[in-house]
């Protein structure tokens, strides 16, 4: 490796300033020229003759080029006259390479403080936020016609595809479904147990169990899941289909994007919900049980009874009717995330991130609005 | 170091496959300091498949591969990152990181091996946008924003980045109008002469064989069935290569190579 001194040396005398080049200018030593050459600029300001002597360079690259061109350009702005001897014929190629390059100043990138960048990001959510409520809503009306446009010719819609994602999204969710709930079935009545233990009233855990799982947590849980497990993986396949132009060809063959790719997944979800919804209340009112039996030492025999007077349809119908909406919720958000999606996989990520995050946030919105609902209604 | 006949990539009795299928089968060649190499071979003939292996993405079966006087299965990894460090590779679709700026993907490779100063990466990372043709202005686009030809040559841009001295091109051509496929060998021609380059070139574009590859490898039924300048070619008796040479389209090269040394066959 050449060391400090031999890679540039500097002799100055009356007004003449000569400098020596040897060892490697490569980008290897690209960081040490640098600093070496802007060493001598200063003294170069001084001198009214500069002579570089390049003979003794063994290598010699793009970067040893451009320090040298950037030297030499340094002393012709100020009014100096560069020389350079003993360079090689093909590396003399590569100078003159390097001599035409640089020479238009790059464009200033635009600058913006700090304040105004945070109060810009503010503003760009905010229009986001309606931004994304149009999307929605018009992917919404989107599905909306092509279901009543597939209605009227129903050989149209594409069966095959729905049972493919009937399989995915329903019938390989049940084992992590049933796991989740159960667990959770599990966890709320041990809790239950626990904190009513207190007041001697163990068997109101069994109404708390029922009644939040059925109600509520039932199919908030699954929404969550389904949300993370089809929804993003809807995101990610429209997604991909947008990069690599698949979405566009389909639409040049005169096909319906929506009609062929997200009707058939939509649908899906609408019929996927409430089964999976069905699944998992029942896994958890099991778990529930379970824990009832082994921690509260409750017979299963008293845990059903009570159970039986605990809840109602109502109860079991409040549940289920929120399944389908939810799962509309899922598709749509998920269906127009992925048609956002730009050329780059960056996009790809950041679009099935906001796909999830949206869904289980309007999923939660849709719970509260309908808590009102059926509050108001008496259910 | 420059163009003085040695050998820079050897590769002997080469062998791969993937599963029943043998892609190579005992595949031999030399690439020689500061020529632009150009291999040649129908779909799936194991064009793409070599270039790969030489490179290090494949593995091999059989035989052995030297780059640069190294030979990868017995260099441990701070060799091989020094070796990877002397090529640059041009990918079919670019490859460029869909996430940095062209600019910054012309750095990537020096900020991750340099330590240069941020001027000086700007600076170089510039006049290697220029030397491909791409202007300052580009230099700020996203991968996404670019049209096919900037994208080859942002990502040729970015293969030069630390002046290699084997460039390993994958159909750069493919892909691009006439027009700026010449241009793009022009380029190519013009790079190798001013930066010393040695050029492993895939292609199926037989003007840029014609116009700027020094010498042709043919590959047919995994093995390197014809080497050397295009007058070799033609006069190859290999089935497959007549008909590529000499077909419809080949044919018409055929008149512009100069008099093939008009000594009856």
């Known amino acids: 490796m050449a060391s400090d001194g031999s890679l540039l040396t500097t002799r100055f005398e009356d007004g003449r300033l000569e400098l020596a080049g040897s060892g490697s200018w490569t980008a290897a030593h690209a960081a040490e020229l640098e600093s070496l050459v802007d060493r001598v600029s200063p003294d170069a300001k001084r001198a009214k003759n500069v002579s570089i002597d390049m003979g003794g360079v063994r290598e010699f690259d793009t970067f040893g080029a451009w320090l040298l061109e950037r030297l030499t350009r340094q002393w012709t702005a100020l009014g100096g006259k560069a020389k350079i001897v003993g360079l090689p014929e093909h590396d003399r190629h590569l100078l003159e390479e390097m001599s035409a390059v640089n020479r238009e100043a790059a464009p200033a990138r635009p600058r913006t403080g700090a304040i105004i960048s945070a109060l810009a990001s503010v503003g760009r959510g905010v229009t986001g936020v309606g931004r994304d409520l149009l999307t929605f809503a018009n992917m919404f009306g989107a599905i909306g016609v092509a279901a009543v446009r597939v209605m009227s010719r129903p050989k ?79 995101t990610a396949e429209l997604g991909s289909m947008m990069m690599r132009e698949e979405i566009d060809a389909l639409r040049t063959m005169g096909f319906d994007p929506v009609e062929v790719l997200i009707l058939p997944r939509v649908l899906v979800l609408l019929i996927a919900m409430p089964v999976l919804t069905f699944i998992g209340c029942m896994a958890a009112l099991f778990g529930g049980g379970l824990v009832a039996l082994l921690y509260g030492g409750m017979s299963p025999e008293i845990f059903i009874s009570r159970l039986e007077e605990a809840i109602s349809l109502t109860h079991f119908k409040v549940g289920m009717v929120k399944a389908p909406f939810m799962g509309l919720v899922i598709g749509v958000v998920a269906c127009a995330e992925g048609l956002l999606v730009k050329g780059s996989a960056e996009s790809l990520g950041l679009q099935t991130t906001a796909s999830v995050v949206k869904s289980i946030f309007l999923v939660i919105v849709l719970d509260g609005l309908f808590a009102i609902f059926f509050a108001s209604i008496g259910m | ?163 290699p001295e084997i460039v390993f091109l994958d159909e750069p051509t493919s892909g691009l109008d006439p027009i700026s496929a010449g241009d793009f060998d022009a380029l190519i021609k013009t790079l190798q002469r001013t930066l010393g380059l040695t050029v492993f070139m895939v292609t199926h574009d037989l003007e840029s064989l014609y116009t700027v590859c020094d010498r042709v490898a043919a590959l047919a039924d995994g093995r390197i069935v014809a080497v050397g300048p295009m007058s070799t070619m033609l006069e190859c008796t290999h089935p497959w290569v007549q008909t590529y040479f000499q077909g419809k389209r080949g044919g018409m090269l055929t008149k512009r190579v100069s008099p093939i040394e008009t000594e009856a066959p």
């Open chain 1, 156 to 234: 149209d819609f594409r069966f095959t595809s729905a049972v493919h994602q009937l399989d995915r999204v329903c019938w390989q969710a049940v084992p992590i479904i049933l796991l989740i709930t159960f667990l959770i079935g599990g966890i709320i009545a041990q809790q239950g147990i626990f904190h009513f233990r207190k007041f001697g009233a163990e068997l109101y855990a069994v109404d708390l169990v029922g009644i939040l799982i059925l109600r509520e947590i039932g199919v908030l849980i699954v929404a969550i899941m389904v949300a993370g497990r089809s929804g993003s993986s809807y």
């Open chain 2, 1 to 163: 170091m420059k163009g003085n006949g040695n050998t820079v990539i050897s590769v002997r009795d080469l062998v791969v496959g993937f599963g029943e299928t043998l892609v190579l089968d005992h595949l031999s060649l030399d690439v020689r300091a500061g020529e632009i190499m150009g291999v040649v071979g129908g779909s799936g003939a194991g064009k793409s498949v070599l270039l790969r292996t030489i490179i290090g993405l494949l593995p091999k079966r059989h035989g052995t591969i030297e780059v640069l006087g190294v030979d990868f299965d017995e260099a441990d990894d701070a060799k091989r990152r020094a070796l990877e460090r002397r090529w640059g590779v041009l990918f079919q679709q670019g490859a460029l990181f869909s996430s940095l700026t062209v600019l910054q993907n012309v750095q990537f490779p020096m900020r991750e091996n340099l330590k240069l100063s941020q001027r000086l990466m700007d600076e170089m990372a510039l006049a290697k946008l220029e030397m491909v043709g791409l202007t300052a202005a580009d230099a700020e686009k996203f991968p996404a924003e670019l049209s096919g030809g900037m994208t080859k040559r942002a990502a040729l841009a970015r293969a030069l980045a630390l002046d």
